[in-house]
């Protein structure tokens, strides 16, 4: 909620006017502040806050009625976390004033509908839950609070919509009864009965096609990944067998019980569902995040079991308070420590669980993953004799798990994992971990500490990783990274065109002009030409290495060096790559140039600088997207098809594309609104403005032009991706048929997920393009084990 700023608008001197004004505001700001900060630490007890407040809300009512509802209808939808504690107060005012509890109902209902209609499903959930909660409290009857869960079901039986549709409603009802079922049932038995059979029938025939997906790990031991619906029914079936009884839910009203037990309720207005519009974004289908179990907490208080419905509370709770104050990582890393009954459950257990469920999260958690990283260095501070142990045993059990874990999951634990290590100077108790160097290289394990010694490099410097690693960890350290410039040593001097290098690099010290440069690049001889082939020049790869290995090789002390270079040089690396070959031989050379290459040890990769190269020379338009991808999936990166800064490319390569591709359509939208608002003003005046029309309408299609391009672009960006996937996976299909040998090997699920990974963090272009793909790939004639990708992903949305 913002707060209303008064004006330093110009009174004119009138100082008794402005003190007229601003009276009405300074007190509307304390009611806010009074009404969001109720419920924090404070030295009187809730109970007498809440009380006394209602009583300052209650004098207030004749003069800032609707600035109260504005602002507690805002409470209920952005602070869930303290939903009790307004759901109690609004009891307490409407067992005062009747007229105003029934003003609040009818401003919540329309805040309902109005949240559902601007699909803010999260936030109508909410709203939801708070309307079930002033049940407990008497202000709404229960019998209309089923009429309204019966509704919700009745979507269930609706034809021709999505499944996800469905499983939101359903989703609203069953999570709310841990709040009222107790109340519901005791009111509305036969009813309830009869709701929660049509939920288990629904339960029963809906399709999972999409959970293989959305899972972190593929076993199901130690602990089962349950799709979400199913995990919250197990739960509420529990709860209903324990009579409704449940320890974790705060309930303030309780105190009050003999005040709000007076009181008039009110009932809900008949609320029908909105009907489904193309247009409707219904949240994506979950699987539960489970890492511990109540052995994994040695010490303290148990931990409630999977199906327990105080896992779902406790757990919802801790997700709200990250979801309220995710941009402050010091009060939200306070505001989980201080959950209330906190001494009665293993919290730090509770907390790394739920922070990593959602940084795991598919297809994409719900706040950027740095986020995360933050969130837990705070919290070990704050608590750095316990917190930091609970961390360093989760992150012994992922690596213990890494076999059967998503790759897409793996990405993030490394890049969390590395970023989290450098705030504690790299310490980690690597001796644990020996077990990866008696493994195979393309294991998940040494594949995994391999990665993270390479993005702990990035964080600081070669020399300091190889002394907090023991020496027996030296294979899988990344060397140290040298350009590779072959034109260098007097050696070498039979290479073709290490004469034009020299003369090349001489001329770029000597500050020659671009023509100069081209000239010089003339005598270089194309070794796909015949001596005897008159036919014009041709696409030239030796031209290309040899330009561009001596200007990085000049470049190469810095980025900015690099990005200077390519700059200054960017008209003739254009000419050099007028084609398609051109682009594809230029990377390849980048490649090659960031290779450090001794005969007595492997080979390493500079990864980071061949990232932000290939990220330059795309902005640079020297080479586009489409062009990246065919490289990535070429035969000469085959070797290096697993590693993770490959498929770091790749998406930013994909991200760029899109953002372009908005870029336009943004600029296209503006036209014509700016087209739409000159024509209004036209009608209302005599003025001459065909001129001016004209230009935008001329400007607008250009635009769509450019749109149409961009679009083409990005399709067959994405055509080119997953035809190279289906090309890649089938051939390796049919080599293990032949051969008669177990497909799934560590290669193939890798490729396989990074296949899933494309189709979840790219979901909402991909889903334009679906009829393309189901047309010219993703055909009935497809190998079963790639399609039934595809097919995941379609269900996501279904």
């Known amino acids: 909620m913002s707060r209303r700023r008064h004006s330093d608008g110009d009174d004119g001197g009138q100082s008794h006017k402005r003190r007229r004004t601003s009276e009405p505001i300074e007190i509307e700001d304390r009611l806010e502040s009074l009404i969001c900060r109720v419920g924090e630490k404070s030295t009187s007890s809730l109970e007498s806050n809440l009380e006394g407040l209602a009583g300052v809300l209650e004098a207030d009512l004749p003069n800032y009625k609707n600035k109260i509802l504005r602002i507690l209808c805002a409470v209920a939808r952005l602070l869930p976390e303290k939903l009790t504690v307004y759901t109690t107060l609004v009891g307490l005012l409407n067992a005062r004033n009747y007229n105003f509890g029934g003003e609040f109902v009818e401003a919540m209902i329309r805040q309902l509908k109005e949240t559902l209609k601007a699909n803010l499903y999260t936030e109508a959930l909410y709203l939801v839950r708070f309307l079930c909660d002033l049940v407990n409290c008497h202000v709404i009857a229960a019998p209309s609070m089923v009429a309204m869960f019966e509704n919700f079901v009745s979507v269930t039986q609706e034809e021709d919509?999505?499944?996800?549709?469905?499983?939101?409603?359903?989703?609203?009802?069953?999570?709310?009864?841990?709040?009222?079922?107790?109340?519901?049932y005791e009111k509305k038995d036969v009813e309830m009965d009869r709701l929660l059979n049509q939920i288990d029938g629904y339960l029963k025939r809906r399709l999972k096609t999409h959970v293989p997906m959305l899972q972190v790990w593929t076993a199901e031991k130690p602990h089962p990944q349950e799709e979400y619906l199913d995990c919250l029914w197990a739960q509420i079936q529990k709860l209903k067998k324990d009579r409704w009884q449940e320890r974790h839910i705060l309930r303030p009203y309780i105190a009050f019980d003999s005040v709000l037990c007076e009181a008039l309720q009110h009932n809900l207005p008949p609320f029908t569902p909105p009907a489904h519009m193309p247009d409707c974004q219904y949240p994506m289908p979950r699987v539960i995040f489970r890492m511990f179990d109540y052995t994994d907490a040695p010490e303290g208080p148990v931990m409630p079991g999977s199906h327990s419905v105080e896992r779902f509370v406790i757990e919802d709770n801790l997700h709200n308070i990250i979801?309220?104050?995710?941009?402050?990582?010091?009060?939200?890393?306070?505001?989980?420590?201080?959950?209330?009954?906190?001494?009665?459950?293993?919290l730090n257990y509770h907390i790394v669980e739920v922070i990593f469920g959602e940084l795991f999260q598919l297809p994409c958690p719900p706040h950027i993953d740095v986020m995360y990283t933050t969130l837990l260095i705070e919290l070990c501070k704050l608590q750095p004799g316990s917190l930091p142990q609970v961390l360093a045993q989760a992150t012994e059990m992922m690596y213990m798990r890494l076999d059967t874990m998503n790759t897409t999951c793996i990405d993030r634990l490394l890049n969390w994992f590395s970023h989290h290590l450098s705030n504690f100077?790299?310490?980690?108790?690597?001796?644990?971990?020996?077990?990866?160097?008696?493994?195979?290289?393309?294991?998940?394990?040494?594949?995994?500490?391999?990665?993270?010694?390479?993005?702990?490099?990035?964080?600081?410097?070669?020399?300091?990783?190889?002394?907090?690693?023991?020496?027996?960890?030296?294979?899988?350290?990344?060397?140290?990274?040298?350009?590779?410039?072959?034109?260098?040593?007097?050696?070498?001097?039979?290479?073709?065109?290490?004469?034009?290098a020299i003369t090349v690099g001489n001329a770029i010290k000597n500050?020659?002009?671009?023509?100069?440069?081209?000239?010089?690049?003339?005598?270089?001889?194309?070794?796909?030409?015949?001596?005897?082939?008159?036919?014009?020049?041709?696409f030239n790869p030796l031209k290309i290495e040899v330009f561009l290995q001596t200007l990085l090789h000049l470049a190469a002390k810095s980025f900015s060096h690099s990005f200077s270079a390519l700059a200054k040089f960017h008209e003739i690396l254009k000419v050099l790559t007028d084609c398609d070959e051109g682009k594809l031989h230029i990377l390849r050379v980048v490649y090659e140039v960031c290779l450090w290459c001794n005969c007595t040890v492997d080979l390493s990769l500079s990864v980071q600088m061949i990232s932000v190269l290939v990220d330059k020379l795309i902005r640079t338009q020297i080479v586009d997207c489409a062009a990246v991808a065919n490289w990535l999936f070429s035969p000469n990166m085959a070797h290096e098809f697993t590693r993770f800064y490959v498929w770091e490319i790749l998406h930013s390569t994909i991200r760029k594309m899109n953002k372009h591709v908005q870029k336009i359509q943004k600029e296209l939208e503006e036209a014509k609104d700016k087209l739409e608002r000159q024509q209004h003003k036209k009608v209302g005046s005599r003025s001459n403005s065909e001129d001016e029309d004209g230009q935008l309408e001329e400007q607008i299609e250009r635009l769509q032009e450019k749109v149409e391009s961009a679009q083409s672009e990005q399709k067959n960006l994405f055509l080119v991706i997953f035809q190279r996937f289906i090309m890649m996976l089938t051939e390796h299909l049919v080599r293990c048929e032949t051969g008669s040998v177990d497909f799934s090997t560590p290669w193939y699920k890798?490729?396989?997920?990074?296949?899933?990974?494309?189709?979840?963090?790219?979901?909402v272009t991909i889903q334009q393009y679906m009829g393309t793909l189901e047309n010219l790939l993703f055909t009935a004639e497809l190998d079963h084990h790639i399609l039934a990708v595809y097919q995941q992903f379609c269900a996501l949305q279904l």
């Not at 500050?511 to 070794?527: F, G, H, Q, Y």
Request: hydrophobic residues 35%; contains cysteine.
């Open 161 to 184: 919509v999505p499944q996800v549709r469905s499983d939101w409603f359903v989703y609203v009802v069953l999570s709310s009864l841990p709040w009222v079922g107790k109340e519901l």
């Open 323 to 346: 979801k309220s104050h995710w941009k402050e990582r010091k009060t939200c890393a306070a505001q989980l420590l201080s959950y209330p009954g906190k001494n009665k459950i293993p």
């Open 425 to 500: 100077q790299f310490r980690w108790s690597w001796d644990d971990w020996t077990d990866c160097l008696a493994l195979d290289a393309d294991k998940p394990k040494p594949k995994f500490v391999k990665e993270v010694l390479e993005k702990c490099m990035r964080l600081s410097y070669h020399q300091r990783i190889v002394d907090i690693v023991p020496p027996t960890f030296s294979a899988l350290i990344p060397a140290d990274p040298i350009f590779f410039y072959k034109y260098q040593d007097e050696a070498n001097s039979a290479l073709p065109g290490y004469a034009v």
């Open 511 to 538: 500050r020659a002009s671009n023509e100069e440069i081209l000239t010089v690049l003339k005598d270089v001889p194309n070794p796909n030409q015949e001596d005897d082939d008159d036919e014009g020049e041709g």
């Open 750 to 763: 890798n490729c396989i997920e990074r296949l899933q990974q494309i189709f979840l963090m790219h979901h």
